[in-house]
């Protein structure tokens, strides 16, 4: 999900696609929303963040996102 060697698997062919589920936007959001909450707001109890699938014809976009 979103890590190196799945990109490489991918690039190498052993693999169609992965999705992103990248750990920093997920930290992000979740810092979000706990300074949200300490600051009295009212805070969904599930928060989803999208995700794509990524293949060979969209690696470059999630390169950067996928390095963990």
Do not use: F, M
Request: aromatic share 4%; with cysteine.
């Amino acid at each position: 999900n979103c890590d190196t060697d799945g990109l490489q698997a991918i690039l190498d062919g052993k693999q169609y696609s992965t999705a992103t589920q990248a750990p920093l936007a997920a930290g992000r959001r979740a810092a979000e929303l706990v300074a949200d909450h300490l600051a009295g707001k009212t805070v969904p109890k599930i928060e989803n963040l999208p995700a794509e699938t990524v293949t060979a014809d969209n690696i470059d976009k999630w390169r950067d996102a996928c390095t963990y």
